[in-house]
């Protein structure tokens, strides 16, 4: 009973869909924001497993830049959350059509 | 044998824990059952023996991300259930599955061609910590440099979308100068509008 690279991409694969499905199902941008995270998670899990299984490093350098778009993500985007919030009081995202698109 | 133990109960619970955020209706809920599934996720790496990204994803994600999440979602209104869209569910599952293996596809490609070299290949005799560091520093010096600046264009951009009206305390006003303060605030608010 050996864990090969399939393992790991099939788990990578089932919590790609699951933040897909929350990315989908989501209308509260907080939530949304949580989904996005799962969906960069579950790419590293892949990149990491095929940096191990290939003998390669340059799977996890990638995983360390996903690691930095995540956080520089997030502070960006819940600053503007924040700044939308105080402005209307709603973070909801069927709400957010003042330019009437 | 031991591996395979922790894998499969490793991923048990990362699948339940992200499938909670996903699913429920509670900030809350969601919030800290996120920060359980990247300490979990963290385990996957130091199985595959990456053990800095490990130690990255814990202080990164559960520090550094989850404080920010906890500390932003203070700003908002967390107790009442967030509403969910009314689509059909049928469609988003087929979707999701639908995508799920267009990336299984993208991955195993490259693997059944056996087109993947070895850039850097992993030396023996050094640690991970230490080929990481001489690999990032050697071949990925400028996406690391590129990636510093990135951080701090963020952190700029945080501190000064967030960071309006934070000279006005509310702990050192009087009572009376919060109320004026907040009326003054709720008719800007109607009278800006959007």
Do not use: C
């Amino acid at each position: 009973m050996e864990v090969t690279l399939t393992h790991y991409l099939v788990l990578s694969t089932v919590l790609f869909a699951i933040g897909l499905i929350g990315v989908m199902r989501r209308k509260n941008l907080l939530m949304l924001f949580f989904a996005t995270e799962i969906l960069l998670n579950a790419t590293n899990i892949a990149f990491a497993a095929i940096s191990h299984y290939i003998g390669d490093l340059s799977g996890q350098m990638f995983a360390f830049f996903i690691i930095a778009i995540a956080a520089s993500e997030v502070a960006v985007g819940l600053g503007l959350l924040i700044v939308w919030y105080k402005r209307t009081g709603k973070i909801d995202l069927d709400q957010m059509n003042s330019m009437r698109g | 044998m031991f591996e395979a133990i922790a894998f499969y109960l490793f991923a048990a619970l990362t699948i339940v824990m992200f499938t909670i955020t996903v699913m429920t209706s509670q900030a809350l809920y969601a919030i800290t059952a996120m920060a359980a599934g990247m300490i979990f996720i963290s385990a996957f790496f130091f199985i595959l023996g990456a053990d800095f990204l490990g130690a990255i994803q814990i202080i990164v994600y559960t520090g550094a991300v989850m404080a920010l999440y906890a500390f932003g979602m203070m700003f908002f209104d967390t107790t009442r259930n967030v509403i969910e869209k009314r689509t059909n569910p049928k469609i988003v599952f087929v979707l999701g599955i639908l995508a799920a293996v267009m990336v299984v596809a993208i991955f195993v490609a490259p693997i059944v061609s056996n087109n993947i070299h070895a850039l850097y290949p992993v030396e023996a005799n050094v640690g991970n910590s230490q080929a990481v560091g001489m690999v990032l520093f050697s071949k990925y010096l400028v996406p690391f440099e590129v990636a510093a600046v990135m951080l701090l264009v963020a952190m700029i951009a945080g501190i000064v979308l967030a960071g309006k009206k934070m000279d006005k305390s509310l702990t050192l006003m009087a009572d009376d100068q919060i109320a004026l303060n907040h009326t003054s605030q709720e008719s800007n608010h109607k009278g800006g509008g959007h």
